[in-house]
């Protein structure tokens, strides 16, 4: 009877492992899927970020299980990054005594208001705004835990199953962006309150960054047919054909974002994905494939041009005109980082304390919440610490992508995620030069997901042969 009891609770562990096995990957999808979709305003406080941040518990908790039981060097690395990515804001929620950050530059007005009111000194945090930085800290709950959930899958096929729904979410934010011109300003299908109008923003609040998120996806889709390669005919087919039509969304849906540096990153993203397919497949088809290429990036001008050129040309035109803000937006947000600095204003206070320093001259009927350069505002609510830690994530990323770009001499598919990865993660810093795309929930988990792939390959390099 004993022994019988046994083999039962054996045979039910077995069975419940099994079918957390099947489940896990679902888990991982269904959190990117709610992040990517869900996951397209820059503002805080909205639920829909609140909604991915809820959801995304349930995978940090068991892809941190999993990983620590699968590979404890791979978990040491990415707890390393983790750590790293969230040390900021951190630090600056620390509560500190009056003696302290009164001494801290910048604080000297925050002071005189307590003292004006006739109120003793607080105990405050490095941070203008605690609550906002909270809220900052929050926000990256989504993309650690995609990262720790994409490095805890175990199979190739759930990769692919990943990039499928990012491909179908791309081509549903293409139809959608086309949809919402076609509906005008009064369209229906614009999710967020405060949004471009008169631009295909897609699935995002922002124009720019649904076109991030565009150009971002074409390094996969280009190694998609290349994953088949060798597979039946009939497979590769369908993989190529799959493939094309996601790019071809893709190269409709952009120009109607009518982002300038969208646009323009998007045909560097073709331009650099050339080299990527063109390493996946044997030496005698490399010809063709250049062809092919070639070809796909005068098809993909030839509908920009149709699509969004002459809405395009205008803002072109708008930056040689010397009407755009971002210059100086850019210069103000500097002279506040030298104010705040090396402490920094605090994760997410960028908002109020641009208001402080903003000249009269500059004042207009645009709502001014981002400095549209992330680095320099990096710089302004991170400090010196904020910097040192963005170096050392940058310095991390040129790594991950050197070796992934190194001679494969083991899984060719997953060096082709980690590659794809790189390029991603590229594009999007340097767009990050004119614009906040990382602010943004979906494209942090982008970010994240493609980190992960290049960890990956990292990490099975360092194996022995």
């Given at each position: 009877?004993?022994?019988?009891?046994?083999?039962?609770?054996?045979?039910?562990?077995?069975?419940?492992?099994?079918?957390?096995?099947?489940?896990?990957?679902?888990?991982?999808?269904?959190?990117?899927?709610?992040?990517?979709?869900?996951?397209?305003?820059?503002?805080?406080?909205?639920?829909?970020?609140?909604?991915?941040?809820?959801?995304?518990?349930?995978?940090?908790?068991?892809?941190?299980?999993?990983?620590?039981?699968?590979?404890?060097?791979?978990?040491?690395?990415?707890?390393?990054?983790?750590?790293?990515?969230?040390?900021?804001?951190?630090?600056?929620?620390?509560?500190?005594?009056?003696?302290?950050?009164?001494?801290?530059?910048?604080?000297?007005?925050?002071?005189?208001?307590?003292?004006?009111?006739?109120?003793?000194?607080?105990?405050?945090?490095?941070?203008?705004?605690?609550?906002?930085?909270?809220?900052?800290?929050?926000?990256?709950?989504?993309?650690?835990?995609?990262?720790?959930?994409?490095?805890?899958?175990?199979e190739?096929?759930?990769?692919?199953?990943?990039?499928?729904?990012?491909?179908?979410?791309?081509?549903?934010?293409?139809?959608?962006?086309?949809?919402?011109?076609?509906g005008?300003?009064?369209?229906?299908?614009?999710?967020?309150?405060?949004?471009?109008?008169?631009?295909?923003?897609?699935?995002?609040?922002?124009?720019?960054?649904?076109?991030?998120?565009?150009?971002?996806?074409?390094?996969?889709?280009a190694?998609?047919?290349?994953?088949?390669?060798?597979?039946?005919?009939?497979?590769?087919?369908?993989?190529?054909?799959?493939?094309?039509?996601?790019?071809?969304?893709?190269?409709?849906?952009?120009?109607?974002?009518?982002?300038?540096?969208?646009?323009?990153?998007?045909?560097?993203?073709?331009?650099?994905?050339?080299?990527?397919?063109?390493?996946?497949?044997?030496?005698?088809?490399?010809?063709?494939?250049?062809?092919?290429?070639?070809?796909?990036?005068?098809?993909?001008?030839?509908?920009?041009?149709?699509?969004?050129?002459?809405?395009?040309?205008?803002?072109?035109?708008?930056?040689?005109?010397?009407?755009?803000?971002?210059?100086?937006?850019?210069?103000?947000?500097?002279?506040?980082?030298?104010?705040?600095?090396?402490?920094?204003?605090?994760?997410?206070?960028?908002?109020?304390?641009?208001?402080?320093?903003e000249?009269?001259q500059?004042?207009?009927?645009?709502?001014?919440?981002?400095?549209?350069?992330?680095?320099?505002?990096?710089?302004?609510?991170?400090?010196?610490?904020?910097?040192?830690?963005?170096?050392?994530?940058?310095?991390?990323?040129?790594?991950?992508?050197?070796r992934?770009?190194?001679?494969?001499?083991?899984?060719?598919?997953?060096?082709?995620?980690?590659?794809?990865?790189?390029?991603?993660?590229?594009?999007?810093?340097?767009h990050?030069?004119?614009?906040?795309?990382?602010?943004?929930?979906?494209?942090?988990?982008?970010?994240?997901?493609?980190v992960a792939?290049?960890?990956?390959?990292?990490v099975?390099?360092?194996?022995p042969?």
């Amino acid at each position: 009877m004993l022994n019988s009891t046994r083999r039962a609770g054996h045979s039910y562990a077995v069975l419940g492992g099994r079918l957390g096995e099947t489940a896990y990957p679902g888990l991982v999808l269904f959190v990117v899927f709610v992040a990517l979709v869900c996951g397209g305003g820059t503002r805080q406080g909205l639920w829909s970020d609140a909604l991915a941040q809820i959801v995304s518990l349930p995978l940090l908790a068991v892809a941190f299980s999993r990983l620590r039981l699968a590979n404890p060097s791979e978990l040491r690395l990415a707890l390393l990054l983790v750590f790293t990515v969230v040390l900021v804001p951190c630090l600056q929620l620390i509560p500190l005594p009056p003696q302290v950050w009164t001494i801290l530059p910048g604080r000297a007005e925050v002071a005189e208001a307590y003292k004006a009111a006739g109120m003793s000194l607080p105990v405050l945090p490095i941070s203008l705004e605690p609550l906002t930085t909270l809220r900052s800290l929050l926000s990256l709950l989504p993309a650690i835990a995609v990262f720790l959930g994409v490095l805890s899958l175990r199979e190739e096929g759930e990769f692919r199953w990943l990039l499928l729904l990012i491909f179908f979410v791309a081509m549903a934010g293409a139809g959608l962006a086309l949809m919402q011109l076609v509906g005008g300003v009064d369209s229906p299908l614009r999710f967020y309150n405060v949004t471009n109008l008169f631009r295909g923003v897609g699935l995002f609040a922002n124009s720019n960054h649904q076109a991030a998120f565009f150009y971002a996806v074409i390094p996969y889709a280009a190694i998609w047919a290349s994953l088949s390669r060798h597979s039946p005919r009939d497979r590769r087919i369908f993989h190529l054909t799959f493939s094309a039509i996601v790019l071809v969304a893709i190269a409709i849906g952009l120009p109607a974002t009518l982002s300038r540096f969208g646009v323009l990153l998007g045909l560097v993203a073709g331009f650099c994905s050339i080299p990527l397919v063109a390493g996946l497949v044997p030496t005698a088809e490399r010809g063709r494939i250049i062809r092919v290429a070639a070809i796909a990036t005068a098809v993909a001008l030839l509908l920009a041009f149709q699509f969004g050129f002459v809405g395009l040309a205008e803002r072109i035109s708008e930056t040689v005109s010397g009407r755009d803000l971002r210059g100086p937006l850019v210069s103000i947000t500097m002279k506040a980082a030298k104010e705040y600095f090396p402490f920094g204003s605090g994760i997410g206070t960028f908002t109020p304390v641009y208001q402080r320093f903003e000249p009269l001259q500059n004042l207009q009927e645009a709502y001014v919440n981002r400095a549209h350069n992330d680095w320099v505002e990096s710089w302004l609510e991170g400090g010196l610490v904020g910097a040192v830690i963005i170096s050392v994530l940058v310095a991390t990323y040129l790594f991950l992508a050197y070796r992934s770009w190194r001679p494969a001499h083991r899984n060719l598919r997953l060096v082709a995620y980690g590659r794809a990865g790189s390029i991603c993660v590229g594009l999007l810093l340097i767009h990050s030069i004119f614009d906040y795309p990382l602010r943004t929930t979906a494209l942090m988990v982008m970010v994240a997901i493609s980190v992960a792939f290049m960890l990956r390959v990292h990490v099975v390099n360092q194996r022995p042969v």
